[in-house]
C-alpha cells in the first residue's frame, strides 16, 4: 500500500519540475496535510528570481542542487507519509464480551490444599511478565490486562466473615494454649469459599460485590522451628529465573549475579556482630560489650577468659591510618575453626584448633587434650583419632594463653557458627563475623546454612569430603574466602535479595506488553517494563519500596487511600506520575493490625493510637476503603487483597520468651534453677500451635 501511495504522489509532477515552496504552496498552515488526489498547482509563469537559486539542466530542469538544503534556501522537505494515519491503541473490550479478561475458580471444583503467598505472586508474574500459568484459577485474555492493584491488609481474619460474628465480643478469646485458630474452614474441607452476600456481616458485604470467592491462604513457615517468613518481603521477592540448563542440573546450584548486579566494595567492619545480637545468637557477652557502670564488677565464668578490650572503641582505627580502598579497614582479620570430641552425653570438649590469617597462612595449628576422657572421638565429623591425641600436652589453658596474646582490641574473628568454636575455648571476644549470619538461610532463623552448602553455591568448592572428617584449616580458610566475596560484592551479596529478585524491579525488567496495552507492535507480547507505584506507612524508600517506580509514604490509611487512587489515575497534569497511572500498585492498609495489636514494634514507625476507635469501625472503614478502590479502577484492572497473615500475638510472645531462655542459658556458668525462664517440651509444643495459628491468612481475586 505504501508502494502504491508512493508512485502516485510521485507521478503528480513531472520528474523534471520541482517547485519552491514559497509558489507551490499558497497557505498559512505550517503543517500543511496533502490531497494526494489532487491536482497540483502549476505556476504559468516562473520569474527570473524564482529560480535564481536553482541551476537549470537539460530541458530547464528546476530540480533541486542537492538533496537538503539550507532552510534559507527557500525549500522545504515533505515527508510523504505525514498524511498517513496511526494505529489506535485496541479499544478495551466490554464487559461481558468473550475478550474481556477474568479470574475464574469453577464453584464445583475441589481444591484441597491452601494457596500460598507465592501461589499469589506468580499469578501476578504470570500476568504481566514471564511465569508459569497458576493450576489453581483459570486466566482467560491476559493481554487484555491493563492494571494490577494488590492491597495488603493485616488483621483481616476469616472468622470476621462468619454471618453472626460479633465483633463486640471477636477478641475476648484469651491467647495461649487455649488459642484457636480463627478460620472456618476445615483441613475436612475443600477450598476456597464462596462468597453469599446474605451470608456475611453487614459490613462486609460489599466484599461479595467485588469478589467471588474467599481463599485460605498459607503464610510461609516452619512449625518445627517455631517462624514465619515475612508476608511482605514474600509477596514482594520473586524467585530467581532457571534456564533450561540450571533446572536439569542437580544438587547444589553455584550463585550468579542477578541482572543488572553491581558489585560495592566494602570494608569487613560493616559486618560485624553487634552487641545486641552476641545473645540471640549464642554468644557469650565479652565485658566491653555491657553497660560501662556493670563492668567493674564482672567476672568470667569458671575457666572462661575474655580478650584484653576495654571498650569497644578501643577497635576504632583513624582514617589516615587505613589504607585508601581497603577493605579490612585497618583491622588484623583471623579465622577461626575448631574440632571437638565428645566426653560424656550433650557435652563436647576441644581437640584442635585452627587460627589463618587474612593471607589464609596458618599462624595456629594445635593438637588438645581434654581434662576428661573422650567418650567419642566423632571422627567422621572431627577427623581426630585416639592416636592423633596419644602423645599430646597442649591444654585448653595452654591455647587460651596463646589466643590472648595474638587477639588484640583491633583483631576480628572469622568463622562459621563461632558461638560453638567460643563456648568450645572459653573464650569471648567483641569483634566477630559469622558466616552462618552474613549468608543467612532462605527461610530464615533459627536455620542456618552449612558451611558445605556455602563454599559449593558461593565458592564452588568441594569440602568436609570423604569420611575422615573436616579439616579445621580448611573450613578457616572457607569462612575467610567467603567474607572475602562479601566485601568485594556488597551487603546484599548472598542475602534473602540474592535468592531472589524484588518484584518491582523484575516487573521494570521483564514486564510484557500485548496489542491491547501496547499497541500494533507488541502483537504477540514484547518486553515494555511496567510501572509500579508502593503507597505503605513510612518511607517505602527505606525498604522494598525503593525499587518501585514511585514510592508514596504516608501516616494514615486515609493517606495510603489518597495515594492508591493517585498511583492508579496518575497526577492531573502528571507532575511525577504520568496520566494513565502506573501499571502495578502495592499498597498497605494498616489501621486495622494496629488495632488488633498485630503491629510489629521492631520498626522505627510506631502503631497509630485507636485506643477510642472498636474492631466494627475498623472493619468498616477498611472495606469502605476497598471498595473505593475497587470503584475507581479502570475496566481490564486485576484486584487482589490479602491478610498476610493470622494472629502472630502468642508466637510472638513464645519467641521472645524462647529468645530470653536462650540469652540466660548460654551466658557462662548458668544455672538451670537460676534461670528466670524456663523452656520445656510443653513451651516448644505451644509455639508450634501458635506457629500454625498465625500461618492462616485470607485472600480475594477479582477483576473490575
Not at 492491597?151 to 465483633?167: I, N, Y
Not at 595474638?406 to 573464650?427: E, F, N, Y
Not at 476497598?626 to 502472630?648: A, E, M, N
Request: glycine share 8%; net charge negative; charged share 30%.
Amino acid at each position: 500500500m505504501e508502494d502504491t501511495t508512493a508512485h502516485s504522489e510521485e507521478g503528480l509532477l513531472d520528474e523534471s519540475l520541482h517547485l519552491p515552496v514559497d509558489i507551490a504552496l499558497q497557505m498559512d498552515d505550517q503543517n500543511p496535510s496533502f490531497d494526494l488526489e489532487a491536482q497540483p498547482h502549476v505556476p504559468v509563469e516562473l520569474t527570473e528570481d524564482a529560480s535564481t537559486d536553482t541551476t537549470p539542466s537539460e530541458g530547464s530542469s528546476l530540480k533541486r542542487s542537492k538533496p537538503h538544503d539550507d532552510a534559507e534556501d527557500g525549500w522545504q522537505t515533505v515527508d510523504r507519509h505525514s498524511a498517513k494515519k496511526h494505529k489506535q491503541d485496541k479499544k478495551i473490550p466490554a464487559p461481558k464480551s468473550s475478550n474481556y479478561p477474568s479470574i475464574s475458580f469453577n464453584h464445583n471444583a475441589k481444591l484441597q490444599s491452601k494457596i500460598t503467598l507465592d501461589s499469589l505472586r506468580s499469578l501476578i508474574l504470570y500476568i504481566f511478565a514471564e511465569g508459569t500459568a497458576p493450576q489453581w484459577v483459570s486466566i482467560s485474555q491476559r493481554p487484555q490486562f491493563r492494571k494490577i492493584v494488590v492491597l495488603m491488609v493485616p488483621g483481616l481474619e476469616e472468622a470476621m466473615f462468619k454471618q453472626d460474628v460479633d465483633f463486640a465480643t471477636y477478641n475476648d478469646q484469651p491467647l495461649g494454649d487455649q488459642q484457636r485458630p480463627r478460620v472456618l474452614t476445615s483441613p475436612d474441607d475443600y477450598y476456597p469459599r464462596l462468597l453469599k452476600k446474605d451470608e456475611l456481616p453487614e459490613i462486609l458485604k460489599d466484599f461479595a460485590d467485588m469478589f467471588s470467592h474467599l481463599w485460605p491462604v498459607k503464610t510461609p513457615g516452619n512449625e518445627k522451628h517455631g517462624t514465619i517468613r515475612s508476608p511482605l518481603g514474600t509477596m514482594l521477592t520473586a524467585p530467581n529465573e532457571k534456564t533450561k540448563e540450571e533446572k536439569a542440573q542437580r544438587g547444589v546450584q553455584p550463585a550468579k549475579e542477578p541482572k543488572g548486579w553491581k558489585d560495592e566494595r566494602t570494608r569487613i567492619t560493616e559486618f560485624l556482630t553487634m552487641p545486641e545480637d552476641f545473645e540471640a545468637n549464642g554468644y557469650a557477652l565479652h565485658p566491653a560489650c555491657i553497660p560501662a557502670e556493670w563492668r567493674k564488677d564482672y567476672q568470667d565464668a569458671e575457666g572462661w577468659v575474655h580478650t584484653n578490650v576495654l571498650k569497644l572503641s578501643d577497635g576504632n582505627v583513624p582514617e589516615k591510618e587505613i589504607q585508601q580502598g581497603s577493605v579490612t579497614a585497618g583491622r588484623e582479620v583471623y579465622a577461626l575453626d575448631c574440632e571437638m570430641c565428645k566426653t560424656g552425653p550433650d557435652e563436647f570438649a576441644l581437640t584442635r584448633v585452627s587460627l589463618v590469617n587474612w593471607d589464609g597462612t596458618r599462624v595456629v595449628d594445635s593438637l588438645v587434650k581434654p581434662d576428661k576422657p573422650i567418650t567419642d572421638y566423632v571422627t567422621r565429623y572431627s577427623g581426630i583419632t585416639e592416636q592423633m591425641l596419644t602423645h599430646i600436652t597442649t591444654t585448653l589453658q595452654d591455647v587460651q594463653a596463646r589466643l590472648l596474646k595474638i587477639l588484640h582490641p583491633r583483631t576480628i574473628l572469622v568463622g562459621h557458627s563461632l558461638d560453638s568454636d567460643m563456648k568450645a575455648l572459653q573464650l569471648t571476644h567483641p569483634f566477630i563475623v559469622d558466616t552462618a549470619l552474613l549468608y543467612p538461610h532462605n527461610r530464615g532463623p533459627p536455620l542456618k546454612n552449612s558451611l558445605k552448602f556455602l563454599a559449593q553455591r558461593f565458592l564452588k568448592r568441594e569440602i568436609q569430603k570423604g569420611l575422615g572428617g573436616h579439616d579445621s584449616v580448611e573450613d578457616a580458610r572457607t569462612c575467610l574466602d567467603l567474607v572475602k566475596q562479601k566485601c568485594e560484592k556488597g551487603k546484599a551479596w548472598g542475602g534473602h535479595e540474592s535468592h531472589g529478585e524484588n518484584l518491582f524491579r523484575r516487573l521494570t525488567r521483564t514486564g510484557k506488553s500485548y496489542r491491547a496495552n501496547g499497541g500494533v507492535e507488541a502483537k504477540g507480547g514484547v518486553n515494555s517494563g511496567k510501572t509500579s507505584a508502593m503507597i505503605d506507612w513510612g518511607d517505602p524508600l527505606r525498604g522494598v519500596g525503593a525499587a518501585s517506580t514511585f514510592p508514596i509514604g504516608c501516616k494514615s490509611d486515609e493517606e495510603v487511600l489518597d495515594g492508591i487512587l493517585r498511583a492508579v489515575k496518575g497526577d492531573p497534569v502528571a507532575e511525577e506520575i504520568p496520566v494513565g497511572g502506573a501499571d502495578f500498585v502495592f499498597a498497605r492498609f494498616r489501621e486495622l493490625e494496629a488495632f488488633q495489636r498485630w503491629w510489629n514494634r521492631n520498626g522505627d514507625l510506631a502503631p497509630p493510637d485507636l485506643s477510642e476507635s472498636s474492631l466494627e469501625a475498623c472493619v468498616r472503614n477498611l472495606t469502605q476503603r476497598i471498595k473505593r478502590v475497587h470503584d475507581s479502577l479502570p475496566p481490564c484492572t486485576g484486584l487482589v487483597v490479602f491478610s498476610g497473615s493470622g494472629d502472630p500475638r502468642e508466637m510472638a510472645r513464645l519467641q521472645a520468651m524462647h529468645a530470653q531462655f536462650k540469652k540466660e542459658y548460654n551466658a557462662p556458668g548458668s544455672n538451670w534453677d537460676d534461670l528466670s525462664v524456663k523452656w520445656t517440651d510443653k513451651e516448644a509444643q505451644d509455639l508450634k500451635k501458635a506457629v500454625g495459628v498465625a500461618r492462616n491468612g485470607i485472600g480475594f481475586i477479582g477483576v473490575k
